[in-house]
């Protein structure tokens, strides 16, 4: 089957540090971007940040410039994100989503998420 799995979630103070982890299965990350995603209670789901599987290239949203890397071992299809110096306002679900643009048609593949909670 297709699918995207998220881990890696939990409870952590402020000032703390997570590693979430994006694995996939029934398609190869070649040729795929990729990207962490998150929603928040009340909140409309914003882009975190994505990497390019072809050359490695990123981006990152400026509430987490600086604290956050996305990285790639598509040897094993797997992405993670290295999220630190984690604040209470990065509270939310996280989702991944890798996406490839064939010209013609794209598609598109969202994990179920995982839940990251900053609070002292």
């Known amino acids: 089957q297709v699918q995207l799995v998220e881990s890696g979630g939990g409870l952590v103070q402020p000032g703390g540090s997570l590693r979430l982890s994006c694995a996939a299965s029934?398609?190869?990350?070649?040729?795929?971007?990729i990207a962490w995603f998150r929603q928040a209670p009340g909140k409309e789901r914003e882009g975190v940040t994505c990497?390019?599987?072809?050359?490695?290239?990123?981006y990152y949203a400026d509430s987490v410039k600086g604290r956050f890397t996305i990285t790639g071992d598509y040897a094993q299809n797997t992405v993670y994100l290295q999220m630190d110096s984690l604040k209470p306002e990065d509270t939310a679900v996280y989702y991944c989503?890798?996406?490839?643009?064939?010209?013609?048609?794209?598609?598109?593949?969202w994990g179920q998420g995982t839940q990251v909670t900053v609070s002292s």
């Open positions: 989503n890798a996406w490839i643009d064939w010209g013609s048609r794209e598609d598109e593949y």
């Open positions: 990497i390019a599987s072809s050359d490695g290239t990123t």
């Open positions: 029934g398609f190869t990350f070649d040729g795929y971007g």
